[in-house]
């Protein structure tokens, strides 16, 4: 009794901690019918990722399982599910919530690190090399503009994105 | 004339130097200046969303705050960034929570939305500003010997409550872009399914599997060539044949070319103009059947 009693409270804490996030609003309103891992391209490929399983353990409270099983790191964000749901569960907005609580944990994929640091140094993602800067003049494109760093630094630090680094090693 | 200001993002001008060219040769010669403004940052496209979707909202509607001050609507050429912009620019402007909320992280930077400007895809500005019978009278090489796979990449069309482009199932807005220069759209199967590129980096073998698909569907259909709009979509295709000739052992030679490309040629661009070098899979029996 006391076991189900402990499960039934992580459930609790762990959807609200869900739908309190932005893009986790609607994780609620599923109820499983399944369209989305139909319409989902990376399910047809690999059986690693399923949407409406990730849905369906995040909402027994399987907070653990959900953040670590990589699963979540699948999505390839193609809005396919999301479009067809007939709930209205925004599926791959629900992803990202599941992703931003993962992250801020410490659980960040290297490529994702890769990209942050990069906007941290840069405020560009992919950064441009003096190959393609001397390729661009040859080729009569104007110079590109300069990055607002500063403004980006502000904002960044702003929300505590300039905080979230991952731990050495823990990448998943 | 018609004036926006570009949005270049990231990848395109650091890796794509031929898709920046023939779009810039393209929308100039069909009356439309761009203008670059000092600024502008990343978009803060998926990768960055997935990190944290609020910041992401602000460091987009911080880019659209330089084009509200420079009184311009924002014009991008990226899929991605369109995505990014757009959505942040619908969600900000129809919220006025969130747009507190974003607005209370951008003063840190002395910046506010105000949700007065417009964010399009150049391919709406093509169907709204320039129109369907100016492209069709500029055009001077006619594609009419092409059967193109239309592929506009997942983010010019969903989450289409916020895009609000077109018909997320049945698009007709690209296809008809394309009959325009002469050219034929053609159906091949799961034209509207993801390329699988934002799994690039961390899922490589299912990123590969999922472009592969479109590749061997749009071979199957008897495409000339897939027609892309978004960089990371190009990438994935152009990119991905060299990888899928040594993981699967399998040559296609699929040109993918961005349709800008196939705009400024039958606009009388001419191909040496274009940095078509930067192509993997190369295109020169698609510029002998273009002519």
């Given at each position: 009794?006391?076991?189900?009693?402990?499960e039934k409270v992580t459930t609790v804490e762990?959807?609200?901690?869900?739908?309190?996030?932005?893009?986790?609003?609607?994780?609620?309103?599923?109820?499983?019918?399944?369209?989305?891992?139909?319409?989902?391209?990376?399910?047809?490929?690999?059986?690693?990722?399923?949407?409406?399983?990730?849905?369906?353990?995040?909402?027994?409270?399987?907070?653990?399982?959900?953040?670590?099983?990589?699963?979540?790191?699948?999505?390839?964000?193609?809005?396919?599910?999301?479009?067809?749901?007939?709930?209205?569960?925004?599926?791959?907005?629900?992803?990202?919530?599941?992703?931003?609580?993962?992250?801020?944990?410490?659980?960040?994929?290297?490529?994702?690190?890769?990209?942050?640091?990069?906007?941290?140094?840069?405020?560009?993602?992919?950064?441009?090399?003096?190959?393609?800067?001397?390729?661009?003049?040859?080729?009569?494109?104007?110079?590109?503009?300069?990055?607002?760093?500063?403004?980006?630094?502000?904002?960044?630090?702003?929300?505590?994105?300039?905080?979230?680094?991952?731990?050495?090693?823990?990448?998943? | 004339?018609?004036?926006?200001?570009?949005?270049?993002?990231c990848t395109i001008p650091a890796r794509q130097?031929?898709?920046?060219?023939?779009?810039?040769?393209?929308?100039?010669?069909?009356?439309?200046?761009?203008?670059?403004?000092?600024?502008?940052?990343?978009?803060?496209?998926?990768?960055?969303?997935?990190?944290?979707?609020?910041?992401?909202?602000?460091?987009?509607?911080?880019?659209?705050?330089?084009?509200?001050?420079?009184?311009?609507?924002?014009?991008?050429?990226?899929?991605?960034?369109?995505?990014?912009?757009?959505?942040?620019?619908?969600?900000?402007?129809?919220?006025?929570?969130?747009?507190?909320?974003?607005?209370?992280?951008?003063?840190?930077?002395?910046?506010?939305?105000?949700?007065?400007?417009?964010?399009?895809?150049?391919?709406?500005?093509?169907?709204?500003?320039?129109?369907?019978?100016?492209?069709?009278?500029?055009?001077?090489?006619?594609?009419?010997?092409?059967?193109?796979?239309?592929?506009?990449?997942?983010?010019?069309?969903?989450?289409?409550?916020?895009?609000?482009?077109?018909?997320p199932e049945r698009p007709r807005i690209f296809?008809?872009?394309?009959?325009?220069?002469?050219?034929?759209?053609?159906?091949?199967?799961?034209?509207?399914?993801?390329?699988?590129?934002?799994?690039?980096?961390?899922?490589?073998?299912?990123?590969?599997?999922?472009?592969?698909?479109?590749?061997?569907?749009?071979?199957?259909?008897?495409?000339?060539?897939?027609?892309?709009?978004?960089?990371?979509?190009?990438?994935?295709?152009?990119?991905?044949?060299?990888?899928?000739?040594?993981?699967?052992?399998?040559?296609?030679?699929?040109?993918?070319?961005?349709?800008?490309?196939?705009?400024?040629?039958?606009?009388?661009?001419?191909?040496?103009?274009?940095?078509?070098?930067?192509?993997?899979?190369?295109?020169?029996?698609?510029?002998?059947?273009?002519?």
């Open positions: 009794m006391a076991e189900e009693r402990q762990f959807y609200k901690e869900i739908t309190s996030k932005l893009g986790g609003e609607t994780i609620t309103f599923c109820y499983q019918c399944g369209t989305c891992a139909s319409s989902c391209p990376v399910a047809k490929i690999t059986d690693r990722f399923n949407p409406r399983q990730v849905i369906r353990l995040a909402l027994l409270g399987q907070r653990e399982e959900v953040l670590t099983n990589g699963a979540i790191w699948l999505c390839s964000s193609c809005y396919n599910c999301q479009e067809r749901c007939p709930q209205k569960v925004e599926i791959a907005d629900v992803i990202y919530a599941l992703r931003n609580i993962a992250i801020s944990e410490g659980n960040i994929p290297n490529i994702y690190a890769e990209f942050a640091n990069a906007l941290l140094s840069e405020g560009r993602i992919v950064p441009i090399s003096k190959f393609l800067e001397k390729k661009r003049a040859d080729y009569g494109l104007p110079p590109l503009k300069p990055a607002g760093i500063e403004s980006l630094k502000k904002i960044l630090s702003a929300t505590g994105f300039d905080k979230i680094m991952p731990k050495k090693g823990e990448s998943p | 004339m018609t004036v926006y200001a570009l949005f270049l993002g130097p031929h898709y920046e060219l023939s779009a810039r040769k393209a929308l100039t010669k069909l009356g439309i200046e761009l203008v670059d403004l000092e600024g502008m940052t990343c978009c803060a496209p998926p990768p960055l969303q997935s990190i944290d979707l609020e910041t992401s909202l602000a460091i987009a509607a911080n880019n659209i705050c330089i084009a509200e001050e420079a009184d311009l609507n924002i014009v991008t050429l990226c899929t991605g960034c369109f995505e990014s912009l757009a959505m942040a620019n619908t969600l900000l402007k129809e919220k006025p929570e969130l747009k507190a909320r974003v607005n209370k992280i951008l003063s840190s930077a002395g910046k506010e939305f105000k949700g007065n400007k417009e964010v399009r895809h150049y391919l709406q500005v093509l169907m709204e500003d320039v129109g369907l019978n100016r492209i069709k009278q500029s055009v001077i090489k006619p594609l009419n010997k092409l059967k193109v796979a239309a592929f506009s990449g997942c983010h010019l069309l969903r989450p289409s409550e916020l895009l609000r482009f077109d018909d296809d008809t872009l394309i009959e325009a220069l002469e050219a034929k759209s053609i159906w091949y199967k799961n034209k509207l399914k993801c390329c699988g590129g934002l799994l690039r980096g961390y899922a490589d073998d299912v990123a590969l599997a999922i472009a592969r698909d479109k590749i061997v569907n749009a071979s199957s259909a008897g495409a000339d060539c897939i027609a892309t709009l978004c960089p990371f979509c190009f990438l994935t295709l152009d990119l991905g044949q060299m990888l899928i000739k040594t993981t699967y052992k399998e040559e296609y030679n699929m040109p993918i070319i961005h349709y800008a490309e196939l705009l400024s040629l039958s606009l009388g661009v001419e191909p040496k103009e274009l940095a078509l070098d930067f192509h993997k899979v190369k295109i020169d029996k698609l510029l002998e059947k273009i002519g």
